[in-house]
C-alpha cells in the first residue's frame, strides 16, 4: 500500500460525547463491518466499557475508504477516554498524525477534552474539530464553535457538525481525514522500528501486542528484539486488525496492525516499548516509560477459601493489564490478600469489576491511599482540600476553567462525586501528574483501651487529622459489638489524643430476653454468638469482629 495513500488518526473525546458512536459510523460507512440497528459501540469489547461507557482497552480498526478513485488506508487507533490511562493515550497518539477532537453540541468543551486535546497537540498532530449531536434538541453547535475557537485557538469554520447517531456529515468527516491528515512519515528502506501501543494476552496464543511501523518491514519468521527487555523473539504471526486480527504475510512502515512473537504475558511487551529486528538496532522511539501507580489499596477475598481462586483471578487479570502492581500482603483481620496499585481510581474500580463479572470473585477493596515519600527530620513529618489555584480561563459566559494544585490523596477518595453533586452534574474534571510535594504529614493511631489497631493506622496532613481521626473512631464505635467492659475508641498522634468514642458496656447477656422462652431459640442464640466469636480478633481485651474492621477499613 502506497504510504501517501495511509492516515493514521485517533478520535479524542470527553466521557459520553460520541467517540464510540462515530467509530461505529465509520466502521459502517468504509463497509469494515455490515450496517445494521445492532452496532453500538462495536470496539468496546468488555462488559465494563459497555456497562461504564468508558474505553479501558485501546481497539484498533484498518479502514479501506474509496476517495476520487484512489484507495485508502484509515488506520482508526482508539485510545482509553479517561485520564487514568492518559500515558496510554499518549503513547496511542504518538502512532497517529491527526485527531478527531468530538465535541458534545449541548455540553461543549469538558475536562477531558481539553486534556485530550494538548496530549494531541503536543504530539503535534492535525486536530479535526468535530461538533456531534447536532440532532439534539438542545444543541448549540455555534456557541461550541467558538468555544473551540477561544480555547484551541482552532478556525471555527474547520469544525464539522455532525450527528453520529444518525449519521448526519459523517461522511464528511472522512474526507477530512484525506485532506487535512499527512501521510506518515516513514521509511521503508532502514531496518525495523515498530512502537508498540497496546497489547492483550490470549489464552491460546499468548501475547498480541499492537505496533505502529514506523520503519522497515516485518514478516512471519523475523526475529526481532524487545527494546525495553533486551529480549529476543520469533515472529509468528503479523497482521492487521479489521476490527479482528486478519494475518498478513508482512507488515510495512506506515502500517498499523498486530504482531505475535510468543511473549509470555503482557509486561513484555509494554506500551511505549520499541521493537527491532535481531542484529539490527536502532534508536527506541521516544516517551517510553514504565506503567506508575499512582493508587493503592489491600485486596482480600471475603472469605478466606476464596484465596486460591481470587490469586488465580488476579494473575489472569494482571496478564492483561501490566500497569497493575501485586504484592503479596496480609492483614491481621482480613487474612491473606495483596496490595496492588493501580493508575488511578477509575482504573482500580474497572479491574474489581472486572474480578467480580469476568471471574466471579467477592473481594474486601480497602480504602485507597497514594504514595508518599517521607523524609527524616527531628519531628517527622506544607482550605478545605490543601489545593493551590494556578490559573482560570474562561471559556465562555457560561464557562469557566479553572487549574489547581491538589494534593493527590485529596482526589482520590471522593472529589469527583462531591464536584458532581456540588455542581449538579455540570461540572468536568481531569488531572495530571505534578510530582511530589512537601507536605505535613502526620501518622495517626487508632487505640482500642490503648492499644493500636495495626490495621488502622494511616498517614494523614495535620490539619485534617482531626476530622479524619473523629471519623474512624465513630465508624468503629458503631461497628464494635457492646462486650462486658467499657471500651474506649481513641486517635492519637504520637502520644496526643486527638478524638474519643466510647462504646458502653454490655449489661444484659444474650439469653435475657428469653426468660421462660424456648430451648430451641436459646440454643440458636447461642449458636450464633459461637459463629461470631470465631471471626473475632482480640485486640488487647477488646474483641473485633471481621466485620467492623471491614466497614472502616473497606471504600466507602
Ligand atoms: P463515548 O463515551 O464518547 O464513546 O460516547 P458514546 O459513543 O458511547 O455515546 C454516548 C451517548 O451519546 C450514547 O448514549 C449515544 O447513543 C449518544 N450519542 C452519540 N452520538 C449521538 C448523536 O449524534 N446524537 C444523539 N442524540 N446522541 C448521540
Ligand atoms: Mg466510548
Redesign the pocket.
Known sequence: FPVENIRNFSII????????????RLLELTGTIDKTKNN??VL?KLQVERER???VKAQTASLFYNCEGKQYLLNLIDTP?HVDFSYEVSRSLSACQGVLL?V?ANEGIQAQTVANFFLAFEAQLSVIPVI?????KNADPERVENQIEKVFDIPSDECIK?????G?NVERVLQAVIERIPPPKVHRKNPLRALVFDSTFDQYRGVIANVALFDGVVSKGDKIVSAHTQKTYEVNEVGVLNPNEQPTHKLYAGQVGYLIAGMKDVTEAQIGDTLYLHKQPVEPLPGFKSAKPMVFAGMYPLDQSEYNNLKSAIEKLTLNDSSVTVHRDSSLALGAGWRLGFLGLLHMEVFNQRLEQEYNASVILTTPTVPYKAVLSSSKLIKARRAVQKNMIFIDQNRVMLKYLFPLNEIVVDFYDSLKSLSSGYASFDYEDAGYQTAELVKMDILLNGNTVEELVTVVHKDKAHSIGKAICERLRDSLPRQLFEIAIQAAIGSKIIARETVKAYRKNVLAKCYGGDITRKMKLLKRQAEGKKKLRKIGNVEVPKDAFIKVLKTV
Open positions: 473525546a470527553h466521557v459520553d460525547h460520541g467517540k464510540s458512536t462515530l467509530a461505529d453500538k459501540q468496546d461507557g468508558i474505553t477516554g468530538v458534545d456531534n449531536k447536532i440532532d439534539l455532525i450527528s453520529a447517531k444518525l448526519t
